[in-house]
């Protein structure tokens, strides 16, 4: 079956870095368009950054546009997020998440505090 696991999260400080990856398995990674959302205490889940089947466009939210980069590696079934700079506002957990066969998957998450 379909599984994502997500990983990397932790403290970071602000104006540091640091890069979640999102393991998939159960279906033919390559072909699928990969996301990244967040949610924080309170708020609705957000997209965060999308990444199509190929690598080739990328999207990002307003928000963490010219800070975020969403990457893959379609040779190890690997989405990741390179969060630079991450202001408090970031703080949150992180989803991995596809559409595959019409059915939403999501993994666990991996939650992400920005904190001095």
């Known amino acids: 079956q379909v599984e994502l696991v997500e990983s990397g999260g932790g403290l970071v400080q602000p104006g540091g870095s640091l890069r979640l990856s999102c393991v998939a398995s159960g279906f033919f990674f390559s072909l699928y368009e990969m996301r990244w959302y967040r949610q924080a205490p309170g708020l609705e889940r957000e997209l965060v950054a999308s990444?199509?089947?190929?690598?080739?466009?990328?999207n990002y939210a307003d928000s963490v546009k010219g800070r975020f980069t969403i990457s893959r590696d379609n040779a190890k079934n690997t989405v990741y997020l390179q969060m630079n700079s991450p202001k408090l506002q970031d703080t949150a957990v992180y989803y991995c998440q596809t559409v595959h066969h019409g059915a939403d998957y999501w993994g666990r998450g991996t939650q992400v505090t920005v904190s001095s």
């Open positions: 990444i199509t089947s190929t690598g080739d466009n990328t």
